[in-house]
Nanobody
Framework: QVQLVESGGGLVQAGGSLRLSCAVS????????MGWFRQAPGKQRELVAS???????NYPDSVKGRFTISRDNAKKMVYLQMDSLSAEDSGVYYC?????????WGRGTQVTVSS
């Protein structure tokens, strides 16, 4: 059974940084690509970073140059370093396989950026 546990969110001022972590248990991790997703209030969940099993990354323009996704395959961990945060980055952040395994969504971690 797959379990995804996100952590590292919090309240940060605009321009600040946060590092999110995701612990993955079960068979979903290898050799699947993984992603970080964000859901802001009243908006659909969106992909903000993805990484292949071999480390190739991809970002939408909205976070490119500010967010960095990484993974530790041995530890079954996925990370998201977020820099130069703005209020538009606020939301609940989730990790999951990319494309998502719908039955595996975790609780996410809340990120709030104060302007």
């Amino acid at each position: 059974q797959v379990q995804l546990v996100e952590s590292g969110g919090g309240l940060v001022q605009a321009g600040g940084s946060l590092r999110l972590s995701c612990a993955v248990s079960g068979s979903i991790f290898n050799p699947h690509p993984m992603g970080w997703f964000r859901q802001a209030p009243g908006k659909q969940r969106e992909l903000v970073a993805s990484i292949t099993p071999t480390g190739t990354t991809n970002y939408p323009d909205s976070v490119k140059g500010r967010f960095t996704i990484s993974r530790d395959n041995a530890k079954k961990m996925v990370y998201l370093q977020m820099d130069s945060l703005s209020a538009e980055d606020s939301g609940v952040y989730y990790c999951n396989r990319n494309p998502p395994w719908q039955s595996a969504w975790g609780r996410g971690t809340q990120v709030t950026v104060s302007s």
